[in-house]
């Protein structure tokens, strides 16, 4: 079965269920007692008493999930159709973890959450974002754009990631466990489902990601498990590749490029 044919089918399947003070200069002459320019000389009026009884916000909550300036940058990955009809992981190019570029096409992610069903985007792509608003720092999912016929076919992890200062201080005498969600779909079966994401995380000298995606709905598709070796707030191995997302590493995404199947997940540290 050539990969093309997932592509096909996964659009039939899918559409089923459905951008960046002037001066004016003159001769100026001074006269005796003037100035020109700003007035330099005059006194500031420090009797003006100050406002003290202007209230504070105090009871204004803070948002404990907006990310620091060290989470701004978005990084992820899309694994992607490309010219050969093959399937291909890329780095995300977004400035936005709301939005995802899938082959020149800017398609938004809506900060919504899914049942488990197949959604229609406002352009008339088909969106199935595993992820919604469960996760306060990564977006995960699968999109096929359909307009045009273009047929721009993407699985897609990506989000704000950890600072590495953060990474260092995450605890290496024990593993981290992260369960979540995940859309995948096999060469067999020509069809994107849904699944369950399970990570174990060791933080010690191997430093190490081992992941199985399974449990997936209405549909034969094997349990795909993987390891991935960590190199910073990233991990990479066994057709993987993601990243540590959030503050302290609170969240954790990816995407998979096997032999028999492809998929997108995320998950929560537990």
């Not at 003290?52 to 803070?62: F, L, Q, R, S, V």
């Not at 600072?163 to 981290?176: Q, S």
């Not at 994401?197 to 209405?218: A, C, H, P, R």
């Amino acid at each position: 079965m050539k990969k093309t044919l997932l592509v096909i089918a996964m659009s039939t399947v899918l559409a089923a269920c459905g951008s960046s003070g002037s001066s004016t200069s003159g001769k100026v002459i001074d006269k005796p007692g003037q100035t020109t320019g700003s007035d330099i000389n005059k006194p500031a009026d420090t009797n003006k008493p100050a406002d003290t009884n202007k209230p504070t916000d105090t009871n204004k909550p803070a948002d404990t999930n907006k990310p620091t300036d060290k989470e701004q940058s978005v990084k992820g990955f899309i694994l992607s159709v490309d010219k050969s009809e093959k399937f291909g992981i890329t780095d995300v190019k977004s400035g936005s973890i709301d939005e995802i570029k899938i082959k020149g096409h800017i398609i938004a992610i809506p900060a919504v959450d899914f049942d488990g069903t197949i959604k229609r985007d406002e352009d008339g792509g088909i969106l199935q974002a595993v992820t919604g608003t469960k996760y306060s720092y990564m977006r995960a999912g699968f999109n096929d754009y359909l307009e045009g016929g273009s047929g721009a076919t993407g699985f897609f992890s990506q989000g704000y990631v950890t600072p590495l200062e953060d990474m260092k201080r995450l605890p290496k005498d024990k593993t981290l466990i992260y369960k979540g969600q995940a859309t995948g779909g096999s060469y067999a079966e020509e069809k994107t489902v849904l699944g369950k994401s399970e990570l174990i995380v060791n933080l010690g000298n191997k430093k190490s990601v081992t992941g199985k995606l399974f449990d997936w709905k209405d549909s034969s598709m094997k349990n795909i498990q993987f390891s991935a070796i960590i190199t910073g707030n990233k991990f990479e191995g066994d057709g993987t590749k993601g990243y540590f997302f959030g503050k302290e590493a609170l969240e954790i995404g990816g995407v998979y490029n096997g032999k028999e199947s492809v998929a997108a997940f995320g998950a929560k540290k537990q």
